[in-house]
Each structure stands twice: as structure tokens, then as C-alpha cells.
């Protein structure tokens, strides 16, 4: 035998028997149902990830299989195991913490991570699940909407609400801090399952007469209560919402409703990226989509790509069936397009603090904070 030969040899035992590989990674998304439009958007995220990994990683390879959990928590629960039968290693995707959290639950038995940044319940990390990762949570959000409101120097706010625990715990949160600051905050809780919000955008106009509207929910919500409020014009100076609603896809699909309207956007639209990471990421996902990102796929890909590093960390060391993954996901210190990620014991990311955006014309401006803000808030301001 070569010299050579051995020598390669003596360094694959040196490496644990490490190899090249190709691993599986199950995507399980809502591609349908209540909560297709942000689920797509994750998915662009993952994929473009994976692209990006599968150019530049050198060794190991990500395949991506992916399963429509149709926006059903059983479903979820479904699309997980069967994605473990397919040979998963990992599971990225869910959205919403209601699905996500059976599901996740689901991973949790099969001993493969769930890394998300869809679910944002605190009950996801506090309820002893050793393979659950996310890289955003409430906190985040709270910050954002509590400085945003700061800055307007809000004196009143009606606060709009889905009865759905990730949405009624922000609302808590955010209605404790308002209050506390001297802020009059009255609440509004909606079953997930109406349409007509008239009513309680009536109640705001006649009643509260407040300075603005928050709004937590999700997409479906959002178009309702704006829908309702464009009828009713209540007298209040800026609609403002959380998750899924500074989107390029929002304005693209209810120009009417979003003119002015804030929410949560790590990105301003169109985007512009100054780093290595986030022009890897912009010419991957417009040489796959043709389009600009939007901060949807900008949390799929920061979630997808911190996954695929700890797996080929963990494959180098021969420790992906070993629990190797969840080990390498806890070493996690880097800075990402969403700012400085790390896991706490819980899986949670104790850095995370989100950004408020504004639709103004074609545009999404990023208003607070000031020192990443793109241009300035138009306050009072409204679609109406």
C-alpha cells in the first residue's frame, strides 16, 4: 500500500472516521392554508440556504425534502414523521406556535432537532424540549413594538388580539409595559376563527378613541381588522401590527390596506446587504426567485443555515446519530443577518431584538431603531 494511502487513512481515523456526506433535512411548512404566504416564505429562505451551504460547505451536502403540514397542527405532527422516515437528520420549518409546538413534540421523541423561527410561544423553550432551537421569541417582538410605540409618544393604544397563546401572551407582555409607563391600553380579543371585525374596530372608534392600533395576529387577522378599520375610519394617527405584515408580499397583494401600516421587519424593501453572509444570500435568492427578499426568507435562511453548519460540524466529528447536532447548535456564537445568535439551554436566543417597518408607497422603510432606521416614520399616518 502507498505511502500515501496510509497517510489518508491514519488522518479519516485521526477524524473520528468522519466522511463526506449527504444529509437529509426535513422542511416541514405550511404550503397551504391559513398560513401558506409566510410558510412560502420560509421556505424560499431554506432553500436558498441550502444552495448557498451546498457551494461553499466543500464537503458535506443538504438535501431538502420538504411536506405541506397544510396549517394543521395534526398534519405537522404527521409531515415530521414521516419526513423521519424519509431519513431526516434535523427538521426546520413549522409556523405558528400551535402547530409547532405538537410538532416539535413530535421531533422531540424521534430525537431529531426542530429549529423554527416561526413560533415565538414561550411555553415552546420552557417546557423541557431538548432538541427545540429557535432563533426569535416574544421578548424580541415587545421590544420592538414598545419602542416604536415610545417614539410616537403614544398616550393610548388599543391593543387587537388573536386568543392564540403566542399571540396572548405578546399582548400580556406588551399591555404590562405600556401600562406601567403610564400608557391607557385597552384589549380586544378575537376568536382565530372570525372574519368580521367591525365590531371591535367600532368599539375603538366610540369608545377607547385611542392614538393607535396594535394589532396581534397573523396575516388572515390583519387584512380583517384593516379591512374594518378602512370602513369604519376610526380617529387614531397609525395602524401597527407584529409578524408577517411589513412584507413586499402584503403590499403586493392588498395595496389598499398597508399604506402607512407598521410591523415587525428585520429587512427595509427593496434590501440591501453590506455583508459577505447577506449577498449570499440576496444573489442566491433572487438567482432562485427572481425577486427581492423579504425578511420571511431572511429567517428561514439564518435558521436553515445555522442548522447546516452544526451538522457538518457534527459530521466531522462522526456525531450526527450521537446527539452531535444538538451539541454543536448549543456551541453557537456567530453574528447572522438577524443580528448575534447564540442557544441558551432552552434553544432559545437571548440576543434577539427585532426592528419595526413601515409601508410607505412601494416601500418598506425600516423606522426604529434609529440607528438602523432607513428613513423616517410617517406618524401620524394611515391607509385610509
Known amino acids: 500500500m502507498k505511502n500515501t494511502t ?49 457551494k461553499t460547505n466543500g464537503k458535506h451536502k443538504i438535501k431538502i425534502i420538504t411536506i405541506d403540514d397544510e396549517s394543521s397542527p395534526a398534519k405537522a405532527v404527521a409531515a415530521v414523521e414521516k419526513l423521519a422516515s424519509q431519513g431526516a437528520v434535523a427538521i ?30 414561550d411555553s415552546l423553550v420552557n ?18 413594538v414598545l419602542g416604536l410605540l415610545a417614539d410616537m409618544g403614544a398616550k393610548s393604544v388599543s391593543i387587537v388580539f388573536s386568543t392564540k397563546q403566542a399571540t396572548s401572551d405578546l399582548t400580556s407582555s406588551v399591555q404590562k409595559a405600556l401600562t406601567a409607563k403610564g400608557v391607557k391600553v385597552t384589549t380586544h ?30 396575516e ?21 401590527g407584529v409578524w408577517s405584515l411589513a412584507t413586499p408580499k402584503m403590499a403586493a397583494e392588498f395595496p389598499d390596506l398597508m399604506p402607512n401600516v407598521y410591523g415587525t421587519a428585520l429587512l427595509p424593501f427593496p434590501a440591501v446587504f453590506d455583508t459577505a453572509d447577506g449577498k449570499a444570500f440576496a444573489d442566491g435568492y433572487k438567482a432562485l426567485y427572481k425577486k427581492e427578499p423579504d425578511y420571511l426568507g431572511q429567517f428561514g435562511y439564518v435558521q436553515a443555515t445555522l442548522l ?31 443580528g448575534r445568535v447564540q442557544f441558551g439551554a432552552n434553544g432559545d436566543n437571548p440576543n434577539f431584538v427585532h426592528r419595526m417597518g413601515q409601508h410607505q408607497g412601494k416601500n418598506i422603510v425600516i423606522v426604529w431603531p434609529k440607528e438602523t432606521a432607513t428613513g423616517k416614520m410617517v406618524y401620524p399616518g394611515l391607509p385610509w
Open 92 to 121: 426546520t420549518g413549522g409556523y405558528g406556535s400551535n402547530n409547532i409546538s405538537p410538532a416539535s413534540d413530535a421531533a422531540n421523541k424521534l430525537g431529531l432537532v426542530y429549529m423554527t423561527s416561526g413560533g415565538v410561544d
Open 308 to 338: 447546516f453548519e452544526a451538522i457538518a460540524r457534527a459530521a466531522d466529528k462522526g456525531t450526527v446519530k450521537k446527539g452531535g447536532i444538538v451539541d454543536e447548535l448549543h456551541k453557537t456564537d456567530r453574528e447572522t443577518l438577524i
Open 127 to 144: 417546557s423541557g424540549r431538548k432538541n427545540f432551537f429557535r432563533i426569535n421569541n416574544t421578548a424580541g417582538y415587545e421590544k420592538a
Open 6 to 54: 496510509i497517510a489518508a487513512l491514519i488522518a479519516m481515523a485521526l477524524a473520528g472516521g468522519a466522511r463526506a456526506e449527504e444529509f437529509t433535512v426535513g422542511a416541514e411548512l405550511p404550503l397551504t392554508g391559513a398560513l401558506a404566504r409566510v410558510g412560502s416564505g420560509m421556505q424560499e429562505g431554506v432553500l436558498v440556504a441550502a444552495e448557498v451551504f451546498n
Open 189 to 218: 380579543s378575537f376568536d382565530p376563527a372570525i372574519t368580521d371585525f367591525k365590531p371591535i374596530i367600532n368599539k375603538i372608534k366610540l369608545q377607547d378613541k385611542s392614538e393607535a392600533i396594535l394589532m396581534v395576529g397573523y
Open 220 to 240: 388572515n387577522d390583519y387584512v380583517g381588522i384593516l379591512r374594518a378599520a378602512r370602513v369604519l375610519k376610526p380617529p387614531v394617527k397609525a395602524m401597527i
